[in-house]
């Protein structure tokens, strides 16, 4: 529950891609653009998708993550960086929050269910980034509450993108 509403997550079904890429473009450059076709192959490879939902509209998204775990077919600068350095993990591809609805918990509650993911899966540490430039001072200082330490720095996207690369202990 967060500020009286219920809260719940759900695995993503077919029917939420439509929103989940107006949610994802909508939130660029926190998160990179994508179409139709990269969205659902992104959800389809991916080793968890989840959707944060009002438990009175369940079947609206009102956010998403995309997870990954290590030895993923993902060819990501930021996945491969972290695959490199750990094979122990549960790397966040992207986590968004509607716009409007930002600021209510619905990312604490993503995170609570990534979180009990990795430590039923025995996972050491969840991993992902947050961009230094172009700054997401509101993605920094959530993660930072979340306790979430820099591990790294990429340049990315031909150097027009730097990335704190960022772990948190399960």
């Known amino acids: 529950m967060v500020n009286g509403v219920t809260y719940s997550t759900r695995s993503l079904v077919p029917a939420d891609l439509p929103l989940l890429l107006a949610l994802n473009n909508a939130a660029v450059p926190a998160v990179n653009e994508l179409d139709a076709r990269a969205l659902a192959t992104l959800v389809q490879h991916s080793h968890l998708a989840l959707a944060v939902v009002h438990d009175d509209a369940a079947d ?3 956010g998403f993550a ?3 775990v290590a ?3 993902y060819e990501s600068e930021n996945y491969r960086w972290f695959s ?3 094979t122990d993990f549960l790397y966040v591809d992207r986590i968004v929050v509607a716009d409007g609805h930002r600021g209510r918990g619905l990312g604490q509650v993503l995170y609570d269910t990534i979180f009990g993911a990795a430590r039923r ?3 050491a540490e969840v991993l992902c980034e947050v961009n230094l430039q172009p700054r997401n001072p509101g993605s920094l200082a959530f993660h930072d ?3 979430f330490t820099e591990v790294g720095q990429l340049s990315t996207k031909g150097d027009t993108v730097v990335v704190s690369l960022l772990a948190a202990s399960v």
């Open 60 to 62: 609206i998204a009102l």
């Open 66 to 68: 995309i997870l990954f």
């Open 71 to 73: 030895g993923a077919d």
């Open 84 to 86: 490199a350095r750990s």
């Open 121 to 123: 899966e025995l996972l």
């Open 145 to 147: 509450r979340l306790g």
